[in-house]
């Protein structure tokens, strides 16, 4: 299985700030990979697919780059309804696997 | 608009089988797939399977392989996900997610997800 690794697994920033996520694949992905956004007590949100590509209706703040084994997820302007735990998931094999998340507050 | 409506939560005992479905309203079922991902604190999102709407074709997780069912009922546009032989560490929140035709592809609208509790 390809393993996922995001960091950090939390961070605390102020509104406004640049925040960026990490995410590592185990072994090359090309650019099969997918971020999330979860919201406490709810189910997960696609933001980001095939590593660069924002879903319709998520705000242009959010952004992807990455291929290969790394990737990166940036939050521009950091606002408080951001709150919420991240996640990568890899879809280039199966099973598909999600990193374990980063969780980001406000300061 | 498109929403994957799921079954209410369950409790069970280590042993016993578990059944939940999957509604979906708002888009061509039949063109779409669906994955199940189960959420713990320990193991974080776990993604256990995908079938097909369509043709009802699977592609199960091997951690999951000898226990797991998923069928599709097109007429109801609804998918089921059986999990047999439950133990205490699969209690999770199992959530349904629409995927494209195919397992390898994003997941772009989840189910409110259905808590599942094993304990004697």
């Known amino acids: 299985d390809i393993q996922m690794t995001q960091s950090p697994s939390s961070l605390s920033a102020s509104v406004g700030d640049r925040v960026t996520i990490t995410c590592q694949a185990s072994q090359d992905i090309r650019n099969y990979l997918n971020w999330y956004q979860q919201k406490p007590g709810k189910a997960p949100s696609l933001l980001i697919y095939?590593?660069?590509y924002l879903e319709t209706g998520v705000p242009s703040r959010f952004s992807g780059t990455g291929s290969g084994t790394d990737f990166t997820f940036t939050i521009s302007n950091l606002q408080p309804e951001d709150i919420a735990t991240y996640y990568c998931q890899q879809y280039d094999s199966l099973p598909l696997t999600f990193g374990g998340g980063t969780q980001v507050e406000i300061k | 608009q498109v929403q994957l409506v799921q079954s209410g939560g369950e409790v069970k005992k280590p042993g016993a089988s578990v059944r939940v479905s999957c509604k979906a309203f708002g888009y061509a079922f039949t063109n779409y797939g669906i994955s199940w991902v189960r959420q713990t604190p320990g193991q974080g999102l776990e993604w256990m399977g995908w079938i097909s709407a369509d043709n009802g074709n699977t592609n199960y997780a091997q951690k999951f392989q000898d226990r797991v069912s998923m069928t599709t009922d097109t007429s109801r546009t609804t998918v089921h996900m059986e999990l047999r032989s439950l133990r205490s560490d699969d209690t999770a929140l199992y959530y349904c997610?629409?995927?494209?035709?195919?397992?390898?592809?994003?997941?772009?609208?989840w189910g409110q997800g259905t808590m599942v509790a094993v304990s004697s």
């Open positions: 997610a629409r995927g494209g035709d195919r397992p390898y592809d994003a997941l772009d609208f």
């Open positions: 095939t590593a660069s």
